[in-house]
């Protein structure tokens, strides 16, 4: 089902004057039928007065209000006849009915469309005091929203169990298909964006990883949730647009707020990345400490500073990478005697 737009209808004020007029038109009415009756019967006048003045008020339910950036879903006897947009004081046939089976969803940081009702209450010592009742409105709102669903517990390619949550900014921008096409476009949402969250994410590794293929190319990547999060959130926006497009719902943006290993295994992942930074720091140290043993070999050498056969060398190669590889400062020892 498409949206059809009904543009014609923003006469609100025209039609409110003009029941105005009519109620005080029959209320004369009344007044001079009144005026005109004997004790012994009413007058015609008088009956057409009370008659009128039934009527006249029949066409007020159809007066709409409407604030910038919200709609109504107009239904007629159960068919479906438009939708009113932007803001303005509308009319529109007072049998008519706003419908929005979503009115009372409300999702996580998403703003819905309110009534603000103010009731006044008398206390016992004569004081008054007011309070604003916020009431459900079938207005459907058309302004940018976020959906923030609860975080989930989800395994990656390697199987670990990471948490993860996801803010989608969303906004309709079908209102039929919104109410029509699904029972509640709210809870669809929500339901689609979890469905696509476990989709994308079962696809890469928490961290990279070897031989992990997460474009479908059948090439090896490195591609990650921590690492390309850009990547992941636009392929979850992708996802979650293809799957709530009946609804009528435009996915703006998706973003990741929330990731990290589940409770049960963050220690031990902790671990290993401690590990592996002390490899990876070690393999530095290493590297450094024999490129410096290889100069000063060589500088010795070159200057012929000294002579050195291969077991002196060896045992100079091993005191210097001591030294230099060390955790803790080396305690230097003198030789007062002769090298040999």
Known sequence: MNEKLLTNKKNGMLVLVLCILA????????????????????????????????????????LKVLKPQEALVLTLFGKYIGTIKGDGFYWVNPFCTAFNPAAKTKLNQSGDVMHATTV????????????????????????????????????????????????????????????????????????????????????????????IDTTGDGIADEGSLRGSSEVVAERIRNEIQTRVNEAGIEIIEARITYLAYAPEIAAVMLQRQQASA??????????????????????????????????????????????LCGNKDAQPVVNSGSLY
């Open 23 to 62: 109620i005080l038109g029959s209320l004369a009415i009344v007044i001079w039928g009144a005026t005109l009756s004997t004790e012994e019967s009413a007058h015609p006048i008088l009956i057409a007065g009370i008659i009128l003045m039934c009527i006249v008020w029949l066409p007020l339910p159809g």
């Open 120 to 211: 006044f209450s008398v206390n016992e010592n004569g004081s008054s005091s007011s309070v604003n009742v916020n009431v459900e409105s079938n207005k459907i709102s058309l302004k940018i929203m976020t959906l923030n669903n609860s975080r989930q517990k989800i395994n990656d390619c390697l199987g670990n169990p990471i948490e993860i949550g996801i803010a989608v900014i969303w906004r309709v921008v079908d209102t039929a298909k919104a109410v029509f096409n699904v029972d509640n476009y709210k809870e669809f949402l929500s339901l689609q964006c979890d469905s696509a969250l476990r989709n994308v994410v079962r696809i890469y590794p928490y961290d990279v990883a070897p031989g």
């Open 278 to 323: 002390i490899i990876d720091a070690r393999r530095m140290i290493v590297d450094g400490a024999v490129g410096m043993v290889e100069m000063a070999l060589e500088r010795l050498a070159e200057n012929e500073t000294v002579h050195l056969d291969d077991e002196r060398k060896a045992a100079m190669v091993s005191n210097l990478l001591v030294v």
